[in-house]
Nanobody, 117 residues
């Protein structure tokens, strides 16, 4: 059974930094795409950043260089480094993985990020 587990969320003051991590288990044939989605209060879940199996990155436009995603292809993990955080970054951040061969996708349970003074 494939599982994704996020960690690293929490409460941070504006201007602060956080690093989210997503660890996988139960993956047998590799992962095609990994991504971070986020869901802000009262809004729909949206793609934040995706890293494909080729290493190409797709960021949502408003990230503006303050957020950097990295993927460990051997370990099937993905991290998200967030800096200079603003209150509008407050959301639940979800890890996503699309498996090779089967094209079945999986989600983590989400980790809460709250940016507030």
């Amino acid at each position: 059974q494939v599982q994704l587990v996020e960690s690293g969320g929490g409460l941070v003051q504006p201007g602060g930094s956080l690093r989210l991590s997503c660890r996988t288990s139960g993956v047998r044939f590799g992962i095609k795409d990994m991504a971070w989605y986020r869901q802000a209060p009262g809004k729909q879940r949206e793609l934040f950043v995706r890293i494909s199996y080729t290493g190409s990155r797709q960021y949502v436009d408003y990230v503006q260089g303050r957020f950097t995603a990295s993927r460990d292809f051997a370990g099937n993990t993905i991290d998200l480094k967030m800096s200079n955080l603003k209150p509008d970054a407050t959301a639940v951040y979800y890890c996503y993985a699309l498996l090779r061969n089967s094209d079945v996708d999986y989600w983590g349970q989400g980790t809460q990020v709250t940016v507030s003074s």
